[in-house]
């Protein structure tokens, strides 16, 4: 990409934020956020590369979730699929834990970067990696991104992928100019009984899709309070200067799949609410931690219209005591599913439609005949990887290598990754402004209206 455009985006982005989010949110006087100098065209829509017989993998990030993902590619290293031929993380327990474990699964060891933030620049200047993963803190993914691309690296990022709408325009501009593969790791999209659902839908058991709910609902106050857990604490520091969704694409990437977002309809424009925050702070107050006041509310409930008319729920709530759920709930013409645990319901008119979920038998009939194929090919592997979040991590990165090896296009590409992740700031900017309506920009220029097939539902 040509430095010149590149200060353009940015100079038109400082406009954009030199803009109070109260400003940028009322409809009614300023929609300034929505003007952006860099004219997306869509252009990594079904983005293909060569094939790489084995993919180079760098990896940032080595912490809770770095050394899950590293795990994942025992199969792919045995098979000579993919090696990980260098690390980075500031901390040396972790490296060295990770290099241990690397020891066991392929012969050579990796470079290690460390000692500096900024080590990572050196491992994205290398020449032999392929693809660089990203597994760090939330505010540290579009920098790292943008200068893999800029380093002609393909890209797999944690989620979400940007956590500003400056953000989100430079990674697409960044993705287009150099034509690489820019993709987030919303593993959610990979797990069993999302696929499962995306095959019926696909098949037409659901019939038309008009509503769905997605969730993150995860008690996280003692791995937010635990001065040990996360790095530098660097989580709970969002709660306390934020009040929107901070981490919707668990729920909203396996919805946006069952609804054709980007592949025939596309967001037009959400509202978004917090509840009072009380439940952090009970609990920080009662382990008497340095963090006290929070802005951000236990529950956020978020609505989505497409411009198909479509509606979805999102919510995020990571303060409140309770077991976990990302919802999961899909309302069709013909049937309906709701999660955890998983009941699927079947339009019957012979029985005046009913109101029952299906019996045991009856829904292990579905199972079994919709199951993705995908899991079935791996069942085995799956087994064997059950450490990442019972198998869908595995399969996530599994994909990856796989399409880079076969030179296809990635099953979540910069366009998704974005738009899933722009959920954050709009959700922000409506629940400043008593949730008003927030327009969502195109991301896609245009090209959500070309329907087509998820790429998850291909079968490599
Ligand atoms: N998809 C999932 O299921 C899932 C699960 C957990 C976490 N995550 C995501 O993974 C990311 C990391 O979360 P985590 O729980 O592993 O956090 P963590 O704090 O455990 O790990 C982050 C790691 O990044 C390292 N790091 C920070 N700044 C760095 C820099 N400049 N250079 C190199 N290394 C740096 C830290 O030393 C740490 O080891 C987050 O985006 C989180 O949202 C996703």
Same mark, same amino acid.
């Given at each position: 990409?040509?430095?010149?455009?590149?200060?353009?985006?940015?100079?038109?982005? /400082?406009?954009?934020?030199?803009?109070?989010?109260? /400003?940028?949110?009322?409809?009614?006087?300023?929609?300034?956020?929505?003007?952006?100098?860099?004219?997306?065209?869509?252009?990594?829509?079904?983005?293909?590369?060569?094939?790489?017989?084995?993919?180079?993998?760098?990896?940032?990030?080595?912490?809770?979730?770095?050394?899950?993902?590293?795990?994942?590619?025992?199969?792919?290293?045995?098979?000579?699929?993919?090696?990980?031929?260098?690390?980075?993380?500031?901390?040396?327990?972790?490296?060295?834990?990770?290099?241990?474990?690397?020891?066991?699964?392929?012969?050579?060891?990796?470079? #290690?970067?460390?000692?500096?933030?900024?080590?990572?620049?050196?491992? #994205?200047?290398?020449?032999?990696?392929?693809?660089?993963?990203? /597994?760090?803190?939330?505010?540290?993914?579009?920098?790292?991104?943008?200068?893999?691309?800029?380093?002609?690296?393909?890209?797999?990022?944690?989620?979400?992928?940007?956590?500003?709408?400056?953000?989100?325009?430079?990674?697409?501009?960044?993705?287009? @100019?150099?034509?690489?593969?820019?993709?987030?790791?919303?593993?959610?999209?990979?797990?069993?009984?999302?696929?499962?659902?995306?095959?019926?839908?696909?098949?037409?058991?659901?019939?038309?899709?008009?509503?769905?709910?997605?969730?993150?609902?995860?008690? !996280?106050?003692?791995?937010? !309070?635990?001065?040990?857990?996360?790095?530098?604490?660097?989580?709970?520091?969002?709660?306390?200067?934020?009040?929107?969704?901070?981490?919707?694409?668990?729920?909203?990437?396996?919805?946006?799949?069952?609804?054709?977002?980007?592949?025939?309809?596309?967001?037009?424009?959400?509202?978004?609410? @917090?509840?009072?925050?009380?439940?952090?702070?009970?609990?920080?107050? %009662?382990?008497?931690?340095?963090?006290?006041?929070?802005?951000?509310?236990?529950?956020?409930?978020?609505?989505?219209?497409?411009?198909?008319?479509?509606?979805?729920?999102?919510?995020?709530?990571v303060h409140t005591g309770r077991p976990y759920t990302r919802l999961n709930n899909v309302n069709g013409?013909? /049937?309906?599913?709701?999660?955890?645990?998983?009941?699927?319901?079947?339009?019957?008119?012979?029985?005046?439609?009913?109101?029952?979920?299906?019996?045991?038998?009856?829904?292990?009939?579905?199972?079994? !005949?919709?199951?993705?194929?995908?899991?079935?090919?791996?069942?085995?592997?799956?087994?064997?990887?059950?450490?990442?979040?019972?198998?869908?991590?595995?399969?996530?990165?599994?994909?990856?290598?796989?399409?880079?090896?076969?030179?296809?296009?990635?099953?979540?590409?910069?366009?998704?990754?974005?738009?899933? %992740? @722009?959920?954050?700031?709009?959700?922000?900017?409506?629940?400043?402004n008593q949730s008003k309506t927030i327009k969502i920009p195109d991301f896609t220029g245009g090209s959500?209206?070309?329907?087509?097939?998820?790429?998850?539902?291909? #079968?490599?």
């Open positions: 990409m040509k430095r010149k455009d590149f200060l353009k985006i940015s100079a038109s982005a /400082a406009i954009f934020l030199g803009i109070s989010p109260k /400003a940028m949110a009322n409809p009614d006087n300023n929609l300034d956020y929505l003007n952006n100098d860099y004219k997306n065209d869509g252009s990594c829509f079904g983005l293909k590369h060569e094939s790489i017989s084995k993919v180079k993998v760098g990896i940032i990030g080595l912490g809770n979730r770095g050394s899950v993902l590293i795990q994942m590619f025992d199969y792919l290293i045995k098979h000579n699929l993919s090696e990980i031929v260098a690390l980075c993380d500031l901390n040396d327990d972790s490296i060295n834990k990770n290099l241990k474990y690397l020891k066991t699964i392929q012969e050579h060891t990796p470079e #290690v970067y460390r000692g500096s933030v900024d080590s990572w620049k050196e491992l #994205v200047k290398r020449d032999d990696i392929d693809l660089v993963i990203v /597994a760090t803190p939330w505010d540290t993914h579009t920098e790292m991104c943008i200068s893999s691309m800029q380093n002609d690296k393909h890209v797999a990022c944690e989620v979400p992928i940007a956590n500003n709408l400056e953000d989100c325009w430079k990674i697409i501009e960044v993705a287009e @100019s150099t034509k690489k593969h820019c993709m987030m790791m919303e593993n959610c999209c990979f797990n069993n009984e999302e696929l499962w659902l995306l095959s019926m839908i696909d098949k037409g058991v659901f019939g038309n899709v008009n509503h769905a709910e997605g969730a993150y609902i995860h008690d !996280l106050r003692k791995h937010m !309070l635990d001065d040990s857990y996360y790095h530098n604490q660097w989580r709970i520091k969002h709660h306390q200067t934020r009040n929107g969704n901070l981490y919707p694409t668990h729920g909203l990437g396996p919805v946006c799949s069952y609804m054709d977002i980007g592949r025939g309809d596309n967001f037009n424009h959400l509202v978004s609410m @917090s509840s009072n925050e009380e439940s952090l702070s009970i609990a920080s107050k %009662s382990i008497d931690s340095d963090f006290k006041k929070f802005s951000c509310g236990d529950m956020n409930t978020t609505l989505i219209k497409t411009n198909l008319g479509k509606t979805i729920k999102l919510q995020f709530d013409t013909k /049937a309906s599913h709701q999660g955890y645990p998983s009941k699927l319901f079947i339009n019957n008119p012979e029985l005046q439609w009913g109101h029952s979920w299906l019996n045991k038998e009856e829904y292990k009939k579905y199972r079994d !005949l919709y199951n993705h194929p995908l899991w079935d090919k791996m069942e085995n592997e799956i087994s064997k990887n059950q450490v990442g979040h019972g198998g869908m991590d595995f399969v996530m990165i599994y994909r990856i290598i796989r399409c880079l090896n076969k030179g296809l296009p990635l099953d979540i590409n910069v366009y998704d990754s974005v738009m899933w %992740s @722009s959920i954050i700031p709009f959700s922000e900017m409506s629940v400043l959500w209206k070309n329907s087509r097939k998820s790429e998850l539902l291909r #079968v490599i």
